[in-house]
């Protein structure tokens, strides 16, 4: 089955770029969209952004100026950057696939139905 | 912007007994197709979050049959019937009306 995996450095300076890749393995990235979804430590669950295969995006309205997801078809992954992190851009990570669930007219219901284990980053000097 | 309550912010339950979540969004979710675009996850302890509950009602593939999600107006419910051990986590209910905005959790403990 699909199986997403976070990676990126753990520690990232304040002012600088916060990068991230999620690989997906067990099946492809193509004819989907894929989340990004982030926790602040011991707080609730925020939407960063999705992607589509195609590259269309859509992002989180307070996060957009600073925000960019890429997709990679060839390496099976997508990617996240976020510049001019602060101390609250510190949280654990997660990616998600935004699956086909529910025929709705010409087309689908989607919904996170794949996570990744999440990776930590913390903003930090 | 659409904003997501819930509560309460914690929920102590007795295994066998049902549970109830509520969750209100601050304008509509019925999209023009009809539909409810609300989901519900839950995240156990130490766990990624899963999906339980799309479109307000709909179990998503493998959740047992005790969780139910319900509509009215903007109240949304999820309900537990009869609860587990292994229920025990935060319950977040999210909008995907508009790009997407999750509620504040709600935590499920046994008593």
């Known amino acids: 089955q699909v199986q997403l995996q976070e990676s990126g450095p753990g520690l990232v300076k304040p002012s600088e770029t916060l990068s991230l890749t999620c690989t997906v393995s067990?099946?492809?990235?193509?004819?989907?969209?894929w989340s990004w979804i982030r926790q602040p430590p011991g707080k609730g669950l925020e939407w960063i952004g999705y992607i589509y295969y195609t590259g269309i995006t859509n992002y989180n309205p307070s996060l957009m100026s600073r925000l960019s997801i890429s997709v990679d078809t060839v390496k099976n992954q997508f990617s996240l950057k976020l510049t001019s992190v602060t101390a609250a851009d510190t949280a654990v990570y997660y990616c998600?696939?935004?699956?086909?669930?529910?025929?709705?007219?010409?087309?689908?219901?989607?919904?996170?139905?794949?996570w990744g284990q999440g990776t930590t980053v913390t903003v930090s000097s | 912007d659409i904003v997501m309550t819930q509560s309460p912010l914690s929920l102590p339950v007795t295994p066998g007994e049902p549970a109830s979540i509520s969750c209100r969004s601050s304008q509509s979710l019925l999209h023009s197709n009809g539909y409810i675009y609300l989901d519900w996850y839950l995240q156990k302890p130490g766990q990624s979050p899963q999906l339980l509950i799309y479109?307000?009602?709909y179990r998503a593939s493998g959740v047992p049959d005790r969780f139910s999600g319900s509509v009215s107006g903007t109240d949304f419910t999820l309900k537990i019937n009869r609860v587990e051990a292994e229920d025990v986590g935060v319950y977040y209910c999210m909008q995907s009306l508009q790009t997407r905005s999750f509620g504040g959790g709600t935590k499920v403990e046994i008593k």
């Open positions: 067990g099946g492809s990235i193509s004819g989907h969209y």
């Open positions: 998600a696939r935004v699956n086909r669930l529910l025929p709705i007219l010409n087309y689908y219901y989607h919904a996170m139905d794949v």
């Open positions: 479109l307000g009602s």
